[in-house]
């Protein structure tokens, strides 16, 4: 979509995918997607993209499953030149995700993000009422962040690979290009 007034490409790249929220394999993902990029600095897309190859601005990943599907989503910011460059490196990242585990190092880091979220989304009173609103309308317990915590302590390296490699369909993301001209 051409914008003539952007100076870079803002690139989404997403897929739907076929799992509901109470899915097995949700946790995995979550846990995975951590590693890869949702965590912003400590990621390998992060590191592939920014640190590395200087390719983009800005990146990230995240999943949102709700009752009935889910979507796998990727954003950037680059120049109209390197969108086919980084588009490739996160294509070659996630297949890496669905054929060889994570490192102990990144099963450990993503662990403990997730696990420091907990505390952070009940840190006040409109913070614990959104979560309750939010976990009731999906149809969680409400107890749900207690629940995450321990699937995502006792998901080994082997589970976060076989849901990558299940659900994500790394060659048929949509790609959405919002910039000043075209690649």
Not at 28 to 48: C, I, K, P, S
Not at 71 to 84: E, F, K, L, R, T
Not at 91 to 113: G, W
Not at 146 to 173: C, G, N
């Amino acid at each position: 979509m051409p914008d003539k007034s952007r100076v870079q490409s803002k690139t989404d790249l997403a897929e739907t995918l076929g799992l509901n929220r109470f899915d097995a394999d949700y946790y995995a993902l979550e846990l995975g997607n951590h590693v890869l990029g949702g965590g912003f600095y400590a990621t390998r897309l992060y590191h592939d993209l920014r640190e590395t190859t200087g390719l983009v601005y800005f990146v990230s990943s995240s999943f949102e499953i709700g009752k009935t599907r889910g979507i796998y989503h990727v954003s950037y910011a680059c120049d109209p030149q390197n969108i086919a460059k980084a588009r490739a490196i996160v294509v070659r990242e996630l297949h890496d995700m669905q054929t060889a585990p994570v490192t102990a190092d990144e099963l450990q880091q993503a662990k403990a993000m997730l696990l420091r979220q907990v505390p952070l989304s009940e840190a006040s009173v409109n913070r614990i009422g959104g979560g309750w609103l939010a976990r009731s309308a999906v149809g969680l317990p409400l107890d749900e962040p207690a629940i995450a915590s321990q699937h995502y302590l006792e998901l080994t390296a082997p589970q976060v690979k076989a849901a990558f490699a299940k659900w994500l369909r790394p060659d048929d993301l949509v790609e959405i290009i919002l910039g000043p001209s075209a690649p």
